[in-house]
């Protein structure tokens, strides 16, 4: 079960281009970006299609709880973003490694 951390009353956004993805919190009247994932090297920038999807879960290395997760694919590549927000951390954001999808 996912519980309420540091970021719970946020309202979390990410937004994405071939090259890059902007983490942050977007208000009314004002934003405020949190991380910015960059795309791995080595993918055709002009033919990469991006996806992003927000979900909770654990992963290999987070195995102690649910966190936020943001699934963030490059194509046939997946790299997942971890929000550790139960804990005051200098860098909440953590990218946890990647996956890459096979006959597409």
């Known amino acids: 079960m996912h519980e309420q ?3 719970y009353d946020f309202s979390m956004m990410a937004l994405g281009s071939n090259d890059r993805v902007l983490i942050g919190e977007a208000k009314a009247s004002s934003y405020q970006i949190f991380q910015t994932v960059y795309a791995p090297n080595g993918l055709p920038k002009d033919k990469t299609t ?3 999807s ?6 290999s290395t987070h ?9 963030i694919s490059w194509g046939p590549l ?8 139960h804990e005051d951390r200098d860098k909440p954001f953590v990218i946890d490694g990647f996956y890459i999808l096979r006959n597409l």
């Open 5 to 7: 951390g540091i970021y």
């Open 50 to 52: 991006i996806g992003l």
């Open 54 to 59: 927000w979900g909770h879960g654990m992963t």
């Open 63 to 71: 195995k102690d709880r649910s966190h936020s997760l943001l699934a």
């Open 78 to 85: 997946i790299q997942i973003v971890v929000l550790i927000d």
